[in-house]
């Protein structure tokens, strides 16, 4: 368990309002990255972040943002949130210096877009 | 084609049957990881490997390199290994990780 939490857990909002899900980890990793995971598609990787203020994008990295000003904070962003944004959204973190590159994940949040 | 493919999708089995889930990949990879998911969604980390083959309890993943292949093995299976049970790839050289699309794995008690 690397201490990983994400905020909120659930959340319900609607069509073109702006949101933001936070992840907070206690490890000090260096690797932190925005899945989504949707039926029938598994995880999809969104952005990830290689340090702070460093961040690419992911393969479904349309309609979200990203910011990492601390080691500790992960922050996605829906600018203007759509109902294909209704997912489960994971946090997760690694870093090749420990923990044997292990991968850990949060709980998640789930997002309703109505 | 996904860079990452599982089989089988889902897999119903009585309890105390030996259960193996496969993985295969079309990408050089670092390290292959193998996930559970229980209904309730949290994503645990069972095993990370890059060569032959790890056994925890009564899991074993192993990986043959040169056929870009992982299996998942579950002996004397209970109903509480009924979960999701996810193949994640590192991609060489980098730090990202490509997912199969999961088995759904129920065992009957």
């Known amino acids: 368990d690397a201490g990983i939490t994400q905020s909120p857990r659930h959340k319900v909002t609607e069509t073109g309002t702006p949101v933001t899900l936070r992840c907070h980890q206690t490890?000090?990793?260096?690797?932190m990255y925005w899945y989504r995971q949707d039926p029938g598609h598994g995880l999809r990787l969104i952005h990830y972040?290689?340090?702070?203020?460093?961040?690419d994008k992911g393969e479904v990295s349309d309609g979200y943002s990203v910011s990492r000003s601390k080691t500790e904070d992960f922050l996605l962003t829906l600018e203007s949130a759509t109902s294909s944004q209704t997912s489960v959204y994971f946090c997760?973190?690694?870093?090749?210096?420990?923990?044997?590159?292990?991968?850990?994940f949060g709980p998640g949040t789930r997002l309703t877009v109505l | 084609k996904n860079e990452v493919e599982q089989s089988p999708q889902n897999l119903t089995a009585q309890e105390g049957e030996f259960i193996t889930i496969n993985c295969s990949y079309s990408v050089g990879i670092s390290a292959l990881h193998w996930l559970q998911q229980h209904p309730g969604g949290g994503i645990v980390s069972l095993f990370m490997?890059?060569?032959g083959k790890k056994k925890h309890g009564r899991l074993i993943a192993t990986i043959n390199i040169q056929e870009k292949h992982s299996s998942l093995h579950i002996t004397a299976s209970h109903p509480r290994d009924s979960a999701v049970y996810i193949c994640a790839a590192r991609i060489q050289g980098a730090q990202k990780l490509v997912f199969g699309q999961g088995t759904r794995l129920t065992i009957n008690p």
């Open positions: 490997l890059s060569s």
């Open positions: 997760a973190t690694n870093d090749r210096n420990k923990s044997y590159n292990e991968q850990f």
């Open positions: 972040s290689y340090g702070v203020k460093d961040t």
């Open positions: 490890e000090n990793h260096r690797y």
